[in-house]
């Protein structure tokens, strides 16, 4: 079984890509890194791997829609699989030539299986758990709080900052810069308590960073994101997490047993959750021991394996 795998970069979905990869390696994959912006660039390498491969896997939407459309004589006779880690706002019904379709939570399911019954799979995502592993000195000596992910208007660290600058610790961020308009709305006295240490940290410092903060907090609009990968990777290291019922979190952990949640946009909601948080070790302790539990069963070996029940059911379709 030869497969394609075009997911747009090399960290997040190009990580899980990894675990796919490391976990099945008896198929021969070749991984080629497409960002929407640059389809044409990679148009020949795309259609001499499109020939090499038994299925090609699209990671990303907003690239598959592209590929599809500039090569669709390549396409045609292939076995093609969509994975949706964020839901778009259009070309939803443009997924009729997909052999299978794979969704990670609960609401993707029941959307995207409307569309195109008995074509939907649900492969949850998962922390890479040979990086992120269980912390044992806890809490840290100063306490911190944490936002890791792109810094773009759905990801709400405006008001992350916010509530750190009134409560008075500092932030620690771990990711990229994307939406600069973005950054720029948000004002002088909330950016005055970030620390950068570990923005565009290498690999090998990511678990430092977990190590440095007392709570995770994801404040992302529900639906736009299906882990999010941060999310997994504070449970699985034990750091407690307030967070919005997005992606994950909406099927996986239950409130007040194994996260806080509030509500996304409910800003009060969101700063006593984490004052809450932040003023009891003894709740800290609890989230973090029964948020681990919660998410132990999403291992590398859990995305590789149910991924392969997929490629393996389009390998033997008669096309």
Avoid at 59 to 81: G, H, R, S, T
Avoid at 129 to 136: G, L
Avoid at 184 to 192: G, Q, R, V
Avoid at 221 to 244: I, K, N, Q, S, Y
Wanted: aromatic share 14%; hydrophobic share 40%.
């Amino acid at each position: 079984m030869k497969i394609l795998q075009i997911p747009d970069c090399p960290w997040s979905i190009g990580r899980l890509c990894e675990i796919i990869r490391a976990g099945n390696p008896d198929i021969e994959f070749r991984t080629l890194y497409v960002p929407p912006r640059d389809i044409l660039e990679h148009l020949d390498e795309l259609a001499e791997l499109i020939n090499w491969a038994d299925i090609v896997n699209f990671e990303y939407w907003n690239v598959a829609w592209q590929i599809c459309d500039f090569l669709p004589d390549e396409l045609e006779k292939k076995k093609k699989i969509l994975t949706y880690h964020t839901i778009p706002n259009k070309r939803l019904d443009a997924w009729d030539e997909m052999d299978a379709i794979i969704v990670k939570t609960n609401s993707y399911w029941e959307k995207i299986n409307a569309l195109y019954p008995g074509k939907v799979w649900k492969v949850e995502n998962v922390p890479d758990t040979e990086c992120f592993k269980w912390i044992d000195t806890y809490p840290p000596k100063t306490p911190a709080i944490g936002y890791v992910g792109r810094v773009v208007p759905w990801k709400g660290l405006k008001e992350v900052a916010r509530v750190c600058y009134e409560l008075g610790y500092p932030l620690y961020v771990m990711g990229a810069f994307d939406k600069t308009d973005y950054w720029k709305s948000i004002p002088d006295e909330y950016k005055s308590i970030i620390n950068f240490d570990f923005w565009g940290c290498e690999d090998n410092r990511r678990l430092d960073f977990y190590k440095t903060i007392s709570l995770y907090v994801g404040n992302s609009e529900p639906d736009h994101e299906a882990g999010t990968l941060p999310f997994l990777e504070a449970l699985a290291c034990g750091v407690p997490v307030v967070t919005t019922a997005n992606g994950m979190a909406a099927d996986i952990v239950e409130g007040e047993k194994d996260v806080l949640l509030f509500h996304y946009g409910a800003y009060e909601e969101m700063k006593n959750q984490i004052k809450r948080a932040m003023d009891s070790l003894a709740l800290r302790e609890k989230l973090r021991v029964s948020g681990r539990n919660a998410v132990a069963k999403y291992t590398p070996a859990w995305l590789a394996m149910r991924t392969r029940n997929v490629f393996d059911y389009v390998y033997n379709l008669k096309k």
